[in-house]
């Protein structure tokens, strides 16, 4: 476990420079575990469904599974970290670009924040 904690300490000194390469990402610490969090809104509750599937598609490819969530009718929110280690590994950042690379537009609402 000490290796594990060693390897975070000097990948989140890494950490905002990997960040620039997943726009739209936050780095959130909540209760001293380090998340990449994100959140779009969409048009329409059904439509937001539509998003979660489409991001739940990629991550069980990656077998990766962030926290989806559906808050109110149009609000997406998604938090990814690595269960196993309580922080932050590479393969968080690349689930993260996974995902902004998926075709949302046609279900956002378009907003400067979601360009």
Known sequence: ????????????????IVLAKVP???LVNEGGVQKL???????????????LKLVA?????????????????NNVKI????????GLTENDFILAAKINGLNLHHLLRITPANK
């Open 24 to 26: 739209g990402w936050n």
């Open 79 to 86: 938090d990814i970290w690595t269960h196993a280690i309580g």
């Open 37 to 51: 969090h994100r959140s779009w809104k969409v048009k329409t509750f059904v439509k937001g469904m539509e998003f």
């Open 1 to 16: 476990m000490k290796e594990a904690r060693q390897s975070l300490a000097l990948f989140m000194g890494l950490g905002l």
């Open 57 to 73: 598609d990629v991550a069980e490819a990656e077998g990766h599974h962030p926290d989806l969530h559906l808050v109110g009718w």
